[in-house]
């Protein structure tokens, strides 16, 4: 029998008009759509202004074209077929963010931001209904405002959602994540035992960092680099040592950067000293080892860093139905990592692959299967 697979990265792909037809008319002209133009462009919009574009082919190379079926991605918007394209990858659960709702952490309009966020939790929480074990959405915050933040939080934690998303580079408005001003936020999250998710390239962050020579491998490299400053921040401030229940996130951004970073502040700890405030309980490495967590797919380097942190600090992802992601090879991937890390002991590639999930959202296996067994005898 094969382990319990949980992918701790995967979308959801809403109706295309959810936040035009969903958002009051006063608020159209910040609502996240796409619109394909003449040229083939892919324009990501917030109302009429173009956010970012891509070529509708970019994904060609890795999704494959129409008549491709070994790796076309069947089940974005079926969840019948979505439950097979999970079979054929072996995947058994996932975590869920947004397609079109990735925008929203984008939107610096306080009113427009809080109607969008209640506007897709209320519909992802009702289009999984019955199988949110297998499918666990995470909720998406409006956070111009904290305190509006802080209301959608105890909302969706009330409805019962089991993780929260949110953007490792916030609005400007919002505090920085080493202010204290979050504390009440990250306390009722542990409270909840709600992990913090930060899912990449989400929030005031700049896509287009660089442009001519090398842009495109800069600009998605050092994605990796908000999530640093997150950790960083967050341990910085005390934030995480007044809340050690609190758990954090961080998915596609790597993995294997975690073990120098956790030295690097202890580093910084000890040898300046006299200028760090607030004095912490723990040393950062362990904060880290404790609270922090990441997922790989590609990711070899954080299996070989594993004896300097922990098995729980990493779970595994696969970014369906996005081209960047491992779908259908996942299990032929995960295999190959594991056999240049030979002292892995099947307990702890169980733990990698599914079991840290389970534990970190409060599902079991059982829950799932017995979602998976319902859906497909309906």
Same mark, same amino acid.
């Given at each position: ?160 959602? #089991? =993780?929260?998303?949110? &953007?490792? *580079?916030? %609005?400007?408005?919002?505090? !920085?994540?080493?202010?204290? +001003?979050? /504390? ?23 896509? #287009? =960092?660089?442009?001519? &020579?090398? *842009?495109? %491998?800069?600009?998605?490299? !050092?994605?990796?680099?908000? +999530?640093? /400053? ?24 790597? =993995? ?16 300046? +000293? ?105």
């Amino acid at each position: 029998m094969r382990p319990f697979v949980f992918s701790c990265d995967a979308h959801i792909v809403e109706p295309p008009d959810l936040f035009t037809k969903g958002l009051p008319a006063n608020l159209q002209h910040w609502a996240p759509n796409v619109e394909i133009d003449d040229k083939r462009m892919r324009l990501n919009k917030l109302g009429n202004n173009v956010v970012f574009k891509i070529p509708v082919d970019f994904h060609t190379h890795k999704v494959g074209d129409s008549d491709d079926l070994d790796v076309r991605r069947l089940g974005a918007r079926d969840l019948k077929l979505r439950f097979a394209d999970m079979e054929r990858d072996g995947v058994d659960a996932e975590l869920v963010f947004p397609s079109l709702g990735l925008l929203v952490s984008r939107i610096p309009d306080r009113d427009a931001s809080r109607e969008a966020c209640r506007l897709y939790n209320d519909w992802a929480w009702d289009y999984l209904e019955g199988i949110r074990s297998k499918l666990i959405p995470a909720a998406i915050i409006p956070l111009v405002n904290i305190e509006d933040g802080i209301e959608e939080l105890k909302r969706v934690i009330a409805k019962g959602f #089991r =993780a929260v998303m949110m &953007p490792p *580079a916030g %609005l400007d408005s919002a505090p !920085r994540y080493n202010d204290p +001003a979050w /504390d009440t936020f990250v306390a009722l999250c542990a409270e909840a035992k709600v992990p913090m998710v930060f899912h990449t390239g989400t929030g005031n962050v700049n896509l #287009r =960092a660089i442009r001519g &020579p090398g *842009a495109a %491998l800069f600009n998605y490299a !050092r994605q990796m680099n908000d +999530a640093v /400053d997150v950790i960083a921040a967050l341990i910085g401030g005390g934030i995480l040592d007044r809340n050690p229940d609190a758990h954090i996130l961080f998915v596609e951004a790597g =993995a294997g950067w975690l073990l120098g970073l956790a030295e690097r502040m202890d580093e910084v700890y000890e040898g300046h +000293a006299p200028s760090i405030h607030p004095k912490l309980s723990r040393k950062p490495s362990q904060i880290v080892r404790d609270q922090v967590h990441c997922s790989f797919q590609n990711d070899l380097g954080c299996l070989l860093t594993i004896k300097g942190l922990g098995i729980s600090n990493f779970l595994f992802a696969t970014d369906y139905p996005h081209s960047e992601g491992t779908f259908p090879y996942s299990r032929e991937l995960v295999a190959g990592m594991f056999e240049q890390v030979p002292e892995l002991s099947e307990e702890d590639k169980a733990a990698l692959l599914g079991l840290n999930a389970a534990r970190m959202f409060g599902i079991t296996p059982q829950q799932v299967a017995e979602e998976t067994r319902r859906v497909l005898s309906a």
